[in-house]
C-alpha cells in the first residue's frame, strides 16, 4: 500500500496533466474527425481557463460552477472561430488557426485586466484526480455515442471524401460547424482543468506547446477512434518523465526521437480501427477457408 | 525626417529578413504540402554552422555565409528524407509530416541548445562588415544593406526559376498534385529534394544574416524568425514570393513604427491584428491565386 | 513459543534500546541532525530560454553541496545529495517535477525557479506538500510565504539607487534615455527607481523605450534612443536583450556613456560582445574580480577548480540556497522532518555563511546591503568602476 502510495505522489501528476491533454487531444480529435485540422483548441481552452480563473477567483464560483461556465465559454468562441474560418480551404484552415493562437497570446497579454498580463493569475481552487477522471469520463462516453450515431457516421464520410458526403444529402458545413462547437466545449473544459491544476495560469500557458503537444498526442494515439486521443495524450505526457528516468541528459532529444520513430512505424496512430478491421477480415477469410477446406476435404 | 528614414531602412532590413525565412517556409509549404514545424530550426542551424566556421576555422564573410547556407539546405534534405519520406508512400496527408516535423523540432532545438553551451553567442565583430556607410545625413549599417539586396536577388531568382524553367514548372506540378506529375514524367523524387534544399538554404540565409546582424546566434533565433515569418506567408500568400517578400518587408517596417511612433506593447499586437485583417478579408494573401485549391 | 525465540527477542529488545541511547547520545552531544544522506530536489533550468544562466545557478549549487559534504558543515556524517529535475523554465513541468519530489521521502527540501511566473505555480504546490522551498532565482516582491517559500535573491532596489546616485553625480548628466522590458515587472521597478533617483537630481527623462524580453533586433531601439540625444543611456532589461542593445548602440556609432545591470557581468556576456562593454557600469553584489571576503575568495577558488571557470553572479545564488538549506538543518536535532526544517528555514533571520559580506533575512526574504558598481575593461576583467 505504501509503495502504491509513493508511486501515485511521485506519478500522480503525471496522470493528471495526462487527463488534462486527453481534454485537449478530444477536442482536437472532434475537428479533426471530420476532416478539418485545426490548432484552435488552445484558444478555446485560453477562453475557458481565464474564464474558470476569474468567476472562480473574483466571484468565489465552485468548481462545478466554473466547469459549464468554461465550457459554454469554449463553445461560443468556437461559434465565432468556425463562422469565419470554416470557408477557407483546408490548407489555409491550419494556417489560420496557428495565426490565432499567436494572436490569442498577444491579445492576452495585453488584456491584464482579464487575464493578469504577463504576470498570469493564481488560480485559488484546485480540482482533486478524481474529479477530472470523472469529468474526462463523461466526455469520453458522448464521444463514444457520438461516435456510433449517425452524427459519428457522418463525420467519417465528410472527411473520407466532401464532396461523395454531400452528394449523400450530407452538409459538410453543417457537420464541421457542429464539430468546432464540440472542440469549443471540450476545450474550454481542457483549459478550466488545466488552471485548476496548475493553480496559476498566464498568456504563455495557452500557447504553441499545448498546440503541438495536442495534436501529436491525438495523431499519435490514432485519430480514427475516440479512444486514440486519450491514449495518445497519455502516451505523450508520461513520455518526458520516462525519458526523464531513462536518460536524463538527453530527455528532450529521446523525447523526439521516440515520436519520430512511432510516426514513421505507425502512421495511423495506436489505435487504428482499420488494422481491427483488417486483422477480423483476414480471421474471417481464413476461417471461411478452413470451413472450404473442410468442406472439401468431406466431400473428397 | 532623418530618424523617420532611418527607421524606415531598419524595418526594410528586419522585414527582408522575416521574409528571406518566410520564402522557405513557405516552398515547403506550397510545394511539399507540409506544415514544417521544424523550419525555424534550419535558420538557427544556419547560424550555428556559420558561427563555428568563423569560430573555428577563421573563414572569410562569404564562406561562413556559404557555410550557413548550405548547411541549412542539407539539415533541411535529411530531415525530409529521414521524417518525410517515410510516410509519402504511406499517404498520412499533412497530418503525418506535421508530426514528424514536430518530433524534429524538439530534437533540433534541443540539439542547437548544446551547440552553443545554451549561450547566446554572437559574431566576432571582425568576421563581417560592421561599418556604416554614409549616405548624406544617413548612416546605414553595411549589414542591412547586405541583407536587403539578399533578398531582392533570392525573390528574383526564385520567382523566375518556379515560373519561367522547367525546374519551376515541374516544382509547380509536384504541388499541384504528386501523382499526375509523376504520370507527365516529372521526376518527383528529384523535385522534393532540389525544394527541401532549396527551401533551407533560403532560409538559413535568413538564420546566418540575422544571427550576424541581430547578435545572437542560439535557438532562439529561429524561433523568432519563424513567428514572423509565418506572418509574412499568410499575408503574403503562401504560393507567391513575391507576395511574401513584400508582406515581410511591410511587417518589419509596420513593426518599427509602432514601436517607435506609438508603443511596443503594442508592436506585436499589430501584427497580428494584421495577420486576423487579413486571413478574414483576404484569406489567399496578396498575391495569391483565387482559382488555387490544391488537389 | 520456544524458550529460544523469547531468548531471541530479549535480546532484540536490548540491542534496540541500546542503539536508541547512542543515537539520542550521539544527538544531544553533537546538537546535529541524525547521520545519513538527506536529498534536496533542485529544479534545473539546464534547458530552455535561460539555459545560460541556469546552468551557473546549478553548479553553484554542486559546489555548495561539495562543500558541505567534505567539510561535515552540518555535522559528523549528515550529507547532502543534490537531486535534479529539468523544467526547462516550464510552469507545468517545474510542478511535476516538484510533486515527484514531494513522493521522494529522501527529498527533504527542494529549490528552484528563476522565472517569478515558475515560483509563483509552485507556491501553491510546495505548500500543499508541507515541502520546504528555498528560491535561487526569481525576484518578484512577495513571492516568500514562510515557513514554506523562502529566497536568497535580494529583491531589486537598493543597488540600483545606490549605482543611480552615484552616476548623477559623478557624470552629471542633464537628459537619460532608457530602455526597459515591457513584459518583465522586476526590471520595471527597476528602472522606476532609478528614474526617480535620476529626475530627484533634476536630470530630465530624454526618452524611454521599451523591448520586449523574446526580442532579438535591437538596431531600431537603438535608433529610437539616440534620436533623444540623451547624455546617459541606462538599459534596465534581461540578459539577451541588454548585451544586445548595447552591441546595437555601439555599431550604429553611440559614443556616449552607457549603464546597464548585474545581467551584463557574466563572462560570456563578455565574450559575446566584447570591447563594446568596457567601462559601461553595472551595480553587483558579488563579483569573483572584486568580491574580497574570505568566503568569497574560497568560493571562487573552488569554482574554477571544479568547472574551469570563474563564478558569476548566479552561481553565487545557487551557491548560497544550499548554504541556507544546510544551516536550518545544522540547528535540528535528530531526523529532521519537512516541517520542522521549513520552521527553521523560515526563522533564519540571515544567511550565515555567504559570500556577500553578510546577508540578512526578512521574513523569509533575503535583503542585500552591499554592492559594487562595477564595469568590465576593453580585455575582459571585471573591475570597480570609475568615471573616465
Known amino acids: 500500500m505504501e509503495t502504491f502510495l509513493d508511486l501515485w505522489a511521485a506519478y500522480g501528476s503525471t496522470v493528471t496533466f495526462a487527463m488534462v491533454n486527453a481534454l485537449f487531444a478530444l477536442s482536437t480529435y472532434a475537428v479533426l474527425s471530420t476532416g478539418v485540422l485545426s490548432f484552435t483548441t488552445v484558444v478555446f481552452a485560453a477562453v475557458g481557463g481565464f474564464l474558470a480563473a476569474q468567476l472562480s477567483g473574483k466571484f468565489g464560483l465552485p468548481l462545478w460552477a466554473a466547469f459549464p461556465a468554461a465550457a459554454l465559454g469554449g463553445g461560443f468562441a468556437a461559434a465565432v472561430v468556425a463562422f469565419a474560418f470554416l470557408r477557407l480551404e483546408s490548407h489555409w484552415m491550419a494556417l489560420a488557426s496557428l495565426a490565432l493562437v499567436l494572436i490569442t497570446r498577444v491579445t492576452a497579454l495585453n488584456a491584464p485586466a482579464l487575464t493578469g498580463g504577463v504576470n498570469g493569475l493564481i488560480v485559488p481552487v484546485r480540482v482533486e484526480p478524481l474529479e477530472l477522471a470523472i469529468l474526462l469520463a463523461l466526455c469520453t462516453v458522448v464521444f463514444w455515442r457520438l461516435h456510433r450515431s449517425w452524427f459519428g457516421l457522418a463525420s467519417r464520410a465528410v472527411r473520407e471524401d466532401a464532396a461523395v458526403a454531400s452528394t449523400m444529402g450530407i452538409s459538410p458545413y453543417r457537420i464541421q460547424f457542429i464539430a468546432f462547437l464540440i472542440s469549443g466545449v471540450v476545450g474550454g473544459l481542457g483549459g478550466a482543468a488545466l488552471a485548476f491544476t496548475l493553480q496559476f495560469i498566464s498568456p504563455e500557458t495557452y500557447f504553441i506547446g499545448i498546440a503541438f503537444t495536442m495534436i501529436a498526442s491525438t495523431v499519435l494515439g490514432g485519430s480514427f477512434h475516440w479512444l486514440g486521443p486519450i491514449i495518445g495524450a497519455a502516451v505523450f505526457t508520461a513520455l518526458p518523465t520516462t525519458m526523464q528516468a531513462i536518460v536524463p541528459q538527453i530527455e528532450d532529444v529521446a523525447k523526439g526521437v521516440v515520436l519520430l520513430l512511432i510516426m514513421i512505424f505507425l502512421p495511423r496512430g495506436l489505435i487504428d480501427p482499420r488494422a481491427w478491421g483488417l486483422k477480423k477480415a483476414a480471421k474471417l477469410r481464413e476461417e471461411t477457408e478452413a470451413k472450404r477446406a473442410a468442406e472439401r476435404d468431406a466431400h473428397a | 525626417m532623418q530618424l523617420f528614414v532611418e527607421q524606415l531602412i531598419n524595418g526594410w532590413a528586419l522585414g527582408s529578413l522575416y521574409a528571406l525565412f518566410g520564402i522557405g517556409f513557405g516552398l515547403v509549404f506550397s510545394t511539399l504540402g507540409i506544415l514544417n514545424a521544424a523550419h525555424g530550426t534550419y535558420a538557427s542551424w544556419a547560424a550555428i554552422a556559420g558561427y563555428y566556421a568563423v569560430e573555428r576555422f577563421g573563414v572569410p564573410f562569404p564562406v561562413a555565409i556559404a557555410a550557413g547556407v548550405i548547411g541549412g539546405g542539407l539539415l533541411a534534405v535529411v530531415v525530409d528524407q529521414i521524417g518525410f519520406q517515410p510516410l509519402r508512400a504511406k499517404k498520412t496527408g499533412m497530418l503525418g509530416a506535421l508530426i514528424t516535423s514536430i518530433a524534429f523540432w524538439i530534437i533540433l532545438d534541443s540539439l542547437a541548445g548544446f551547440a552553443t553551451g545554451q549561450q547566446s553567442l554572437a559574431f566576432p565583430a571582425a568576421s563581417y562588415p560592421n561599418q556604416m556607410v554614409v549616405m548624406g545625413p544617413l548612416r546605414v549599417p553595411q549589414m542591412q544593406i547586405i541583407t536587403i539586396v539578399a533578398l531582392l536577388v533570392c525573390t528574383i531568382g526564385i520567382h523566375l526559376l518556379i515560373q519561367k524553367t522547367r525546374i519551376g514548372a515541374a516544382m509547380r506540378a509536384v504541388g499541384w498534385n504528386e501523382v499526375a506529375a509523376a504520370l507527365g514524367g516529372v521526376n518527383a523524387r528529384m523535385v522534393i529534394l532540389l525544394t527541401a534544399f532549396l527551401a533551407g538554404a533560403t532560409s538559413g540565409l535568413a538564420g546566418v544574416l540575422g544571427g550576424i546582424s541581430t547578435s545572437n546566434v542560439s535557438f532562439t533565433l529561429g524561433e523568432g524568425l519563424m513567428l514572423k515569418g509565418f506572418a509574412a506567408v499568410v499575408v503574403g500568400g503562401y504560393d507567391d514570393v513575391r507576395g511574401t517578400a513584400i508582406a515581410g518587408i511591410c511587417l518589419g517596417i509596420i513593426e518599427v513604427f509602432v514601436a517607435q511612433y506609438i508603443s511596443t506593447s503594442f508592436r506585436d499586437g499589430f501584427t497580428y491584428m494584421l495577420l486576423l485583417a487579413f486571413l478574414i478579408a483576404r484569406p489567399r494573401g496578396l498575391f495569391g491565386s483565387a482559382s488555387f485549391v490544391r488537389a | ?388
Request: proline fraction near 6%; include cysteine; charge should be positive.
Open chain 3, 1 to 388: 513459543m520456544s524458550k529460544a525465540s523469547a531468548a531471541a527477542r530479549t535480546l532484540r529488545g536490548v540491542l534496540a534500546g541500546a542503539a536508541a541511547l547512542a543515537i539520542g547520545y550521539a544527538g544531544t552531544a553533537a546538537a546535529a541532525p541524525a547521520a545519513g544522506e538527506y536529498g534536496v530536489g533542485f529544479i534545473t533550468e539546464n534547458t530552455g530560454p535561460l539555459a545560460a544562466a541556469g546552468v551557473s545557478y546549478h553548479r553553484g549549487a554542486q559546489l555548495a553541496v561539495d562543500e558541505i559534504n567534505e567539510g561535515a558543515w552540518i555535522g559528523q556524517g549528515v550529507k547532502l545529495k543534490l537531486n535534479e529535475k529539468e523544467s526547462g523554465s516550464d510552469a507545468a513541468r517545474a510542478v511535476q517535477a516538484l510533486t515527484q519530489f514531494s513522493a521522494d521521502r529522501n527529498v527533504i527540501a527542494v529549490t528552484c525557479c528563476i522565472l517569478s511566473p515558475v515560483a509563483a505555480a509552485l507556491k501553491p504546490v510546495t505548500t500543499n506538500a508541507k515541502l520546504p522551498l528555498v528560491i535561487y532565482g526569481a525576484t518578484l516582491p512577495g513571492l516568500p510565504q514562510p515557513p514554506y517559500v523562502t529566497s536568497v535573491v535580494g529583491l531589486p532596489g537598493p543597488q540600483e539607487v545606490k549605482m543611480s546616485k552615484m552616476l548623477a553625480e559623478t557624470l552629471k548628466p542633464k537628459t537619460v534615455a532608457y530602455f526597459v522590458n515591457a513584459d518583465n515587472e522586476g526590471f520595471q521597478n527597476r528602472f522606476k527607481a532609478a528614474q526617480k533617483v535620476m529626475e530627484e537630481a533634476g536630470v530630465k527623462t530624454a526618452g524611454v523605450v521599451s523591448i520586449l524580453s523574446a526580442d532579438t533586433d535591437f538596431t531600431a531601439p537603438a535608433t529610437q534612443a539616440m534620436a533623444t540625444n540623451p547624455d546617459l543611456i541606462m538599459v534596465w532589461t534581461t540578459q539577451t536583450p541588454a548585451a544586445g542593445i548595447i552591441a546595437a548602440l555601439r555599431a550604429r556609432g553611440y559614443a556616449g556613456k552607457i549603464s546597464a545591470s548585474d545581467v551584463i557581468s557574466p563572462a560570456p556576456v563578455f565574450k559575446k560582445i566584447g570591447a563594446a562593454l568596457a567601462g559601461v557600469p553595472f551595480p553587483i553584489v558579488f563579483s569573483s574580480e572584486i568580491s574580497s571576503s574570505p568566503e568569497a575568495k574560497k568560493f571562487v577558488e573552488g569554482y574554477t577548480k571544479k568547472f574551469g571557470e570563474a563564478p558569476d553572479t548566479y552561481s553565487a545564488q545557487g551557491y548560497t540556497s544550499l548554504y541556507l538549506i544546510a544551516q536550518a538543518m545544522k540547528s535540528l536535532d535528530g531526523k529532521p522532518s519537512r516541517e520542522d526544517l521549513a520552521a527553521a528555514l523560515g526563522k533564519a533571520s540571515a544567511v550565515e555563511y555567504n559570500i556577500y559580506g553578510g546577508l540578512p533575512m526578512v521574513n523569509g526574504q533575503a535583503e542585500v546591503q552591499n554592492s559594487l558598481v562595477a564595469a568590465w575593461t576593453a580585455d575582459g576583467k571585471v573591475v570597480r568602476w570609475e568615471n573616465k
